[in-house]
């Protein structure tokens, strides 16, 4: 049983940056990607970014394209998101999420199968 584990959140000034590391434990992850999702109280989970295990395909949301990067590093079965140019609306809880089979439907939160904790990001304005 794969267990990710989110960390890297804080607190940071709007302009700033940070980034958040996703951790799969319990074994090498051999899954077809991971994505990061953000949830503020009240509000559905946001996808923000996936990326391909085999391949480090990428894909995002259009609203983060320019100023988040999805990454991983397979030695440390490691995922990260880069954030840039934090705005106080990017003030949320992360989620990393992953997915043992091959799918398309990259923002669909059911698609996946096992989720972090979260870490919380703040963003001062």
């Known amino acids: 049983q794969v267990q990710l584990v989110e960390s890297g959140g804080g607190l940071v000034q709007a302009g700033g940056s940070l980034r958040l590391s996703c951790v799969a434990s319990?074994?090498?992850?051999?899954?077809?990607?991971v994505a990061w999702f953000r949830q503020t109280p009240g509000r559905e989970r946001q996808f923000v970014a996936a990326?391909?295990?085999?391949?480090?395909?990428?894909y995002y949301e259009n609203s983060f394209l320019g100023r988040f990067a999805i990454s991983r590093d397979k030695a440390k079965n490691t995922v990260y998101l880069q954030m840039n140019i934090l705005k106080p609306e990017d003030t949320a809880v992360y989620y990393c999420a992953g997915k043992e089979d091959y799918y398309s439907n990259y923002e669909t939160i059911s698609e996946y199968d096992y989720w972090g904790q979260g870490t919380q990001v703040t963003v001062s304005s």
């Open positions: 319990g074994r090498a992850y051999t899954g077809y990607a």
């Open positions: 990326i391909a295990w085999y391949d480090a395909s990428t």
